[in-house]
């Protein structure tokens, strides 16, 4: 197809279809064997060059593949074949009003930036992922990202704004703005949250900040088994909110320990990290009411410092998982999540998985809320096994259904648990799930075979 009617809609050098630049921008994080071949690669500078690609592309039914940072965990930013890849890596303006509490923010900045120029002026954008130093806030926004904070603090839905958002038509609508209340009309803001680029392509954010997180107090309790530390984090959420509480089976803890030696306890069968950021000597207290939470339900050792910086340690280790487990093999991530009730049982049933299908699944959690991210681990290049993995990978996600839970708490459907979305949702939710994707985007150009 010519391409030089796109290009000469374009700022100077926007579009690109060098080999080996189109090769670097067909998958996400999770290097698909399924990604197709791109036409071209749109680099945009601006919300003008976002407006004129999908223009091109809708007057053709060319499909518009977005992307942010490529770090997605789910497939949903890998190349379908005849696409345009559209990446918005180049978009990082970021812009603070201390007045409104507020970030205005282009989608290819990071995560770590928008919290850096938060806390230039005493103020702190929450949501956190594990990948927060790589992963942009485009991307962020497509999923409805978490992280480790969102126990107490939530997730991106719950600060996003305002959206200015690019139509499949190649309309340019601004949806929100600065304000902290406002019912106008229909929540068509939230719709966009979390869709994964298929009703839309956000060029502008306005984010909500809040003061600077107090120093927290960290707790590290120790058990034999996970099914203990899971009970522990159902006994500490009947009555304490803690601003962290995150966990590590014995593989990953180990894992960690062998990529870069954390002090973690290698002889533990899992380990939690709690946080607790209350004011004044509430911290301490609450922390020892974690502390005796976790005792109660057989903990082998509770560690405890207010030292801002060994706490911040402990939350690099907890962040390391994913490149430590990286190195051991061939990986496919899930983020499956539970009532935190139901988390004991999630996780002797993930136990119970990787045993039967002869798999390795190292496990972290953002426990406190019942997300998981259970890491199935195999030898590259051997065949038999990723088979196995593959069906343990489609298990786990019926045991998160069968328990009341979800096939995806933060890492979008994208297009590897595609299949499984109906299992979760029901015919009901899916044809409604469809008559809004048809509405908006009725020749279906905008992520083609992504969440759903």
């Known amino acids: 197809m010519d391409l030089d009617e796109l290009r000469g809609a374009l700022s100077e050098g926007a579009l690109t279809t060098d080999p080996a630049t189109v090769e670097s921008y067909r998958r996400d994080w999770t290097q698909s ?7 071209g690669v749109v680099r945009a500078g601006s919300a003008d060059d976002v407006v004129a690609t999908v223009r091109w592309a809708a007057a053709r039914g060319v499909p518009v593949v977005p992307r942010g940072a490529g770090s997605g965990l789910s497939g949903g930013s890998c190349a379908v074949e005849g696409c345009i890849v559209l990446s918005l890596d180049r978009m990082r303006a970021i812009e603070i009003d201390v007045a409104t509490r507020t970030a205005v923010v282009e989608p290819g900045a990071f995560n770590a930036e928008v919290k850096a120029a938060a806390a230039e002026q005493g103020l702190w954008y929450p949501p956190d992922p594990a990948s927060f130093e790589i992963c942009s806030i485009g991307g962020n926004i497509a999923t409805n990202a978490g992280g480790l904070c969102c126990v107490k603090y939530g997730v991106t839905t719950d600060y996003v704004l305002g959206l200015d958002v690019v139509l499949a038509d190649g309309t340019l609508v601004r949806l929100g703005g600065k304000r902290v209340k406002d019912v106008a009309g229909l929540s068509l803001l939230k719709l966009f949250v979390g869709s994964e680029g298929t009703l839309g392509i956000v060029t502008r954010a306005v984010l909500r900040l809040v003061p600077a997180q107090p120093p927290a107090a960290t707790l590290v309790a120790t058990f034999p088994t996970v099914e ?4 522990a984090v159902v006994e500490v959420g009947r009555t304490l909110r ?9 593989a990953s803890i180990n894992a960690v320990e062998d990529y870069q030696a954390m002090g973690l306890d290698r002889a533990a069968g899992a380990l939690l990290l709690c946080q607790s950021d209350a004011p004044g000597a509430a911290r301490a207290q609450e922390i020892e009411l974690i502390r005796a939470a976790c005792e109660s339900v057989g903990a082998k050792e509770c560690f405890v410092t207010d030292d801002p910086a060994e706490g911040e340690m402990f939350a690099a280790a907890r962040r390391a998982a994913f490149p430590a487990i990286e190195r051991l ?7 499956v999540g539970v009532p935190v009730p139901q988390l004991p049982e999630l996780l002797t049933g993930i136990t119970a998985i990787a045993e039967r299908h002869d798999v390795q699944i190292p496990t972290v959690a953002h426990a406190g809320d019942g997300n998981t991210h259970p890491i199935i681990l195999y030898p590259r290049g051997d ?12 298990e786990v996600m019926h045991l998160a259904i069968r328990l009341g839970g979800t096939i995806t708490g933060e890492h979008g459907i994208g297009r590897l648990k595609r299949a499984a979305l109906p299992d979760q949702l029901g015919p009901d939710v899916m044809a409604l799930t469809h008559r809004i994707k048809d509405a908006l985007d009725p020749q279906g150009i905008l992520n083609p075979g992504a969440a759903f």
């Not at 803690?242 to 014995?250: T, V």
């Not at 065949?383 to 489609?394: C, D, P």
């Open 33 to 39: 064997e399924a990604a197709g071949m791109p036409l």
């Open 228 to 231: 203990a530390a899971a009970r």
């Open 242 to 250: 803690p601003s962290m509480m995150e966990l590590m089976d014995n």
């Open 329 to 335: 093999g061939a990986l496919m991530l899930e983020d």
């Open 383 to 394: 065949e038999a096994a990723k088979e196995r993995a593959a069906e343990a990978f489609v």
